[in-house]
C-alpha cells in the first residue's frame, strides 16, 4: 500500500509540474500577442468621424438584433446582410485601401485585410452569431409549442374515440 500511495504522489508531483510548465509556457506565448493587440488598438485614432460612424453603424445593427428578436424572418435578411458584408470586406479593403486619403488621416487598409477584419467582419460575425442563436431557440420554443399541439390533438382524439364507444 505504501508503494501505491508513493507512486500517487510522484504522478501527482509530476502532474503539477507539467500543468506548472504548462501555464508559464501559455503566459509567454501570449505575452507578444497581447502587445500587439494592445498596439494595434493604440494605432488607431478613435477620433476620426468615420471610425465613430463605423462604430455606430456596428452599435446600431446590435440594437437592431436585439429589438426584433421576436421577429424571424426580418432577422434572416439581417443575417443575409451581416454575412454579404463579411463576403464583400475583401473587395471593400481594396477599394478603402485605395480612396483612404479622402476620408482618413491614415492608411488603415493593408494587404491582408487585419484592420477591416477586426473593426467591420468581426462585430458582423458577432451579431451574425447573436442572431444565429436567437433563431436555434426560436426554433426549439417552435417544436416545443408544435408538439405540445399534437398531444393536445391526439388526447381530445382519443377523449372522444371513447365517449363514442
Known sequence: MEELKSAMEAHLDQMADLVQKLSSELRSGFRPAIDNFIGFFHAIDW???WLMGLIGFHLVLLVLTVVSRKHINFQMCLFLVALAGVYLAERLNTVMGDRWRS????N???PHGLFLSVLWSGPLLIIATIILINSLFSLC???VRWKRAE???????????NKQD
Open 141 to 143: 420554443y417552435m417544436i
Open 103 to 106: 476620408f482618413a488621416s491614415q
Open 151 to 161: 398531444l393536445r390533438h391526439r388526447a381530445r382524439l382519443a377523449r372522444e374515440s
Open 47 to 49: 477620433t476620426e468621424p
Open 108 to 110: 488603415y487598409f493593408d
